[in-house]
């Protein structure tokens, strides 16, 4: 089992940063790719993020790129968001997840799940 423990989510205004960071524990070496999803109120939840673990491959979805940035740091076993620009349309609760592939977790076929950590961007 992998346990992912989501924080640094909280309010900002139209404009502003925030990061993110997602730390695993458990039986780590089990998964491959980590990443981010968000579920905004009334909507389905979506791929925000994904990275592998070796390479570092990356991949984001077009509402994001230019503005968000994911990294890990492989020795803390922790996924960080970086979010710059944030738009109010940003606002929701944010997830981490965990698989055995970046595609994988692009079409939500994630093994494990964080609990989400809530970001509201106000104009």
């Known amino acids: 089992q992998v346990q992912l423990v989501e924080s640094g989510g909280g309010r900002v205004q139209a404009g502003g940063s925030l990061r993110l960071s997602c730390a695993a524990s458990g039986r780590t070496s089990s998964v491959r790719a980590m990443g981010w999803f968000r579920q905004a109120p009334g909507m389905e939840r979506k791929f925000v993020a994904g990275i592998s673990r070796i390479a570092s491959i990356t991949n984001y979805a077009d509402s994001v790129k230019g503005r968000f940035t994911i990294s890990r740091d492989n020795a803390k076993n922790t996924v960080y968001l970086q979010m710059n620009s944030l738009k109010e349309e940003d606002t929701a609760v944010y997830y981490c997840?965990?698989?055995?592939?970046?595609?994988?977790?692009?079409?939500?076929?994630?093994?494990?799940w964080g609990q989400g950590t809530q970001v509201t961007v106000s104009s």
């Open positions: 997840a965990a698989g055995q592939a970046v595609g994988d977790l692009i079409r939500d076929q994630c093994d494990y």
